[in-house]
């Protein structure tokens, strides 16, 4: 099978290319410019590795990664281990052994105190794409509307869902969660962006919440459901000791999730608090 290209220069009639249908750039030898070099932080281990700006990054551990999403994450779970990093300049391929550096980078809206401890390698990609003319997005026929807002929601409960799995495997560590406190302060600095981003955010906090309350704890409403089912399999009510001892379990893992996002929202103003009782030490 051959694809026909019609290719028309300036004052010219239209050439006939006749090139092999492989169905792919990659079987035409062409790599698509997901994740192009735009800058690299001097000092950085990129800069070390010899990585330069325009430079195109093709893969990782001999593992083709198709965005800049998916580098970051595997440079951020990488625990600072070293990676073998496949790049592209002027033609042709190398691989680079890099380790990514501990860094402490600002947290939601750069509210102090948030910072979150990542692993990075010093770069940063360029969007490599004309742009084009550009319009606003506003769906109001509610018939159109709603599935995209559905589809929007399952996309962001999928997201704290692989979150919630990162931080039960201890990738993530329990220290970044936020409790009253540091929700407060999200939802201000939010605001101060704009209404839009402060619903935005109102959203993104409700779906955390729901995802909460749905967790196979006895005193929430997951639990619950959970208790519903196993009297539903067995069918019969299980024991009200039974259920007594369940709750107690589950009243005591609810507190001890609360008083852990207290306690972080507390430490990271415990510094500011100390100043405040004694400003003239």
Same mark, same amino acid.
């Given at each position: 099978m051959l694809?026909?290209?019609l290719?028309?220069? *300036?004052d010219?009639?239209?050439?006939?290319?006749e090139i092999p249908?492989?169905?792919?750039?990659?079987a035409?030898?062409?790599?698509p410019?997901?994740?192009?070099v735009?800058?690299?932080s001097e000092?950085?281990?990129?800069?070390a590795a010899g990585l330069?700006?325009?430079d195109l990054i093709?893969a990782?551990?001999s593992e083709?990664?198709g965005?800049f999403?998916t #580098?970051?994450?595997?440079?951020?779970?990488s625990?600072?281990r070293?990676l073998?990093?496949t790049y592209?300049?002027?033609g042709?391929t190398?691989t680079?052994?890099?380790?990514?550096?501990?860094?402490l980078?600002p947290?939601? #809206?750069?509210i102090?105190?948030m910072e979150?401890?990542?692993?990075?390698?010093?770069?940063?990609h360029?969007?490599?794409t004309?742009?084009?003319s550009?319009?606003?997005?506003?769906e109001?026929?509610?018939?159109?509307? #709603?599935?995209?807002?559905v589809e929007k929601?399952i996309?962001l409960?999928? $997201?704290?869902?692989?979150g919630?799995?990162?931080l039960?495997?201890?990738?993530?560590?329990a220290d970044?969660l936020?409790g009253p406190?540091?929700?407060?302060?999200i939802?201000h600095?939010s605001?101060?962006?704009?209404?839009?981003?402060y619903v *935005?955010t $109102?959203?993104?906090i409700s779906i955390n919440l729901?995802i909460?309350?749905l967790?196979?704890?006895?005193i929430?409403?997951?639990?619950?459901?959970?208790?519903? $089912?196993?009297?539903?399999?067995?069918?019969?009510p299980?024991?009200?000791?039974?259920?007594e001892i369940?709750q107690?379990?589950?009243?005591?893992?609810?507190l001890?999730l609360?008083?852990l996002a207290?306690?972080n929202d507390?430490s990271? *103003?415990w510094?500011?608090f100390?100043?405040?009782?004694t400003?003239g030490?």
């Amino acid at each position: 099978m051959l694809d026909v290209v019609l290719l028309r220069g *300036h004052d010219t009639d239209p050439i006939e290319l006749e090139i092999p249908a492989t169905g792919s750039l990659e079987a035409l030898g062409l790599v698509p410019a997901t994740i192009l070099v735009s800058l690299v932080s001097e000092g950085s281990p990129a800069e070390a590795a010899g990585l330069e700006t325009g430079d195109l990054i093709l893969a990782v551990d001999s593992e083709p990664v198709g965005s800049f999403a998916t #580098f970051a994450e595997i440079v951020r779970s990488s625990e600072g281990r070293t990676l073998q990093i496949t790049y592209a300049r002027a033609g042709e391929t190398a691989t680079v052994p890099i380790a990514p550096e501990e860094r402490l980078v600002p947290g939601p #809206f750069d509210i102090e105190g948030m910072e979150e401890k990542t692993y990075l390698i010093g770069i940063t990609h360029a969007l490599p794409t004309l742009q084009g003319s550009t319009e606003l997005d506003r769906e109001r026929n509610p018939l159109v509307a #709603f599935p995209r807002a559905v589809e929007k929601t399952i996309a962001l409960t999928a $997201m704290y869902l692989r979150g919630l799995g990162k931080l039960a495997t201890g990738e993530v560590g329990a220290d970044k969660l936020t409790g009253p406190i540091g929700i407060a302060e999200i939802a201000h600095e939010s605001l101060r962006l704009g209404w839009l981003a402060y619903v *935005h955010t $109102m959203v993104l906090i409700s779906i955390n919440l729901a995802i909460i309350n749905l967790l196979p704890i006895p005193i929430l409403d997951g639990g619950q459901a959970l208790i519903y $089912m196993v009297e539903g399999i067995k069918r019969a009510p299980i024991s009200l000791r039974t259920r007594e001892i369940v709750q107690s379990v589950g009243l005591t893992m609810v507190l001890m999730l609360m008083g852990l996002a207290f306690w972080n929202d507390l430490s990271r *103003h415990w510094n500011k608090f100390v100043e405040w009782l004694t400003p003239g030490l």
